[in-house]
């Protein structure tokens, strides 16, 4: 489970060799457009399935989900320890704004998270490459198979927020028949305790850290307080739909 300290974050150029072969931490690779972009260097070590099981994301998003994958992904990568990039923190935040929206659920495929530069799937630059982009298979109880509930879902998610790209639906390349495909862009997330040195090489000494736990309940604040919250904050709260108990 998460230490006490919060989660471990590894430098991609220390780690062992087979790992950094099929990570290629901070390479530069191309998009279907031509354009370049750099890899994350970055990334959360994940020890175990327990430990991926019960970290939590966000209130409804636990580490797991993004991790779903099958043969397509690199043999090594389906291995614990298995290694994320920190980026897959924003994503989760994102998802968690989009469900407390829709009020349901959101429901990740598989190979529908992270995907390593090594997985089958990832042909050319893609933010899965990234942890920033996200294939959703169904929200609450509607599967996206067809083109009305994926056209409204995707109304939802482009008026929620400027910052994600939302697949159109279609059945060519670059579109989406039968699922919801968001994502942020290659976006690179360097935690504040790490150092962006620029030694490439493998250190004798592995660079790492622990995450600092911010929220205020992990740093001891009292449980409950008399703060009142200001009134166009309060009413933006009691305006925010209901949602599932299901914990996704």
């Not at 933010?127 to 599967?143: C, E, F, K, N, Q």
Request: net charge negative.
């Amino acid at each position: 489970m998460e230490t006490e300290s919060g989660l471990k974050v590894v430098d991609g150029f220390d780690l062992e060799a087979d790992v950094r072969a099929v990570l290629r931490p901070h390479e530069m690779v191309q998009d279907k457009l031509g354009r370049q972009h750099r890899l994350p260097r970055y990334f959360y070590e994940i020890p175990s399935h327990e430990a991926a099981r019960d970290i939590r994301l966000t209130a409804h998003f636990g580490l797991n989900e993004f991790l779903l994958v099958d043969l397509k992904e690199a043999q090594r990568l389906r291995q614990y320890p298995r290694y994320v990039p920190c980026a897959i923190r924003t994503l989760a935040f994102y998802l968690e704004r989009l469900r407390e929206v829709v009020g349901a659920s959101l429901h990740i495929a598989v190979n529908g998270g992270y995907r390593s530069p090594a997985h089958k799937l990832a042909v050319g630059a893609t933010p899965h490459m990234w942890g920033t982009a996200v294939d959703l298979y169904r929200v609450g109880s509607v599967i996206l198979r067809e083109q009305a509930p994926i056209e409204t879902y995707n109304r939802v998610a482009e008026e929620l927020t400027d910052d994600w790209y939302v697949m159109p639906y279609g059945h060519e390349i670059g579109k989406a028949d039968d699922h919801l495909h968001l994502d942020l862009g290659f976006v690179v997330v360097v935690p504040r305790e790490m150092s962006e040195d620029r030694l490439e090489a493998p250190q004798v000494i592995p660079r790492h850290a622990f995450e600092e736990r911010r929220s205020g309940d992990r740093r001891g604040w009292p449980a409950a307080t008399n703060l009142e919250l200001p009134a166009s904050v309060s009413s933006d709260r009691r305006a925010t739909p209901s949602t599932s108990p299901d914990r996704r």
